[in-house]
């Protein structure tokens, strides 16, 4: 993780194209996409760098229906922040992190 934008880009791509495979392509699955990588800038703006804070605060998001309508798609807001959070870590364990508060387990 590095550059915010093009890792928020990443995050909302992937995060479509995995809804798109795990049930059926919909429009849905853009704007939840488009608004990850929003909120995801956002909050790295606002100097959250922790995998677990910014799942919450995606997770807030997403499933207050007064913020983000996700009616239409099959998963929940908790379901996509986990999926950011997997994401995260996962590069994270690549070698490209810029989250501060994450511990990393030295490889053997």
């Known amino acids: 993780l590095g550059d915010v934008a093009s890792d928020g880009k990443f995050l909302g ?5 995995t809804l798109n495979k795990e049930w059926i392509v919909q429009d849905i699955h853009t704007i939840i996409g488009n608004e990850v990588e929003k909120l995801y800038i956002q909050f790295r703006g606002d ?8 799942v919450l605060e995606i997770g807030g998001v997403l499933s207050d229906k007064k913020k983000f309508d996700m009616e239409d798609a099959f998963v929940n807001g908790w379901d996509v922040a986990n999926m950011v959070g997997d994401l995260l870590l996962a ?8 989250f501060s508060d994450v511990v990393r387990i030295a490889d053997e």
Do not use: K
């Open 13 to 17: 791509n992937t995060i479509r194209d």
């Open 47 to 54: 100097g959250i760098n922790d995998v677990t804070l910014m």
């Open 91 to 98: 590069r994270i364990q690549s070698g490209g992190s810029s």
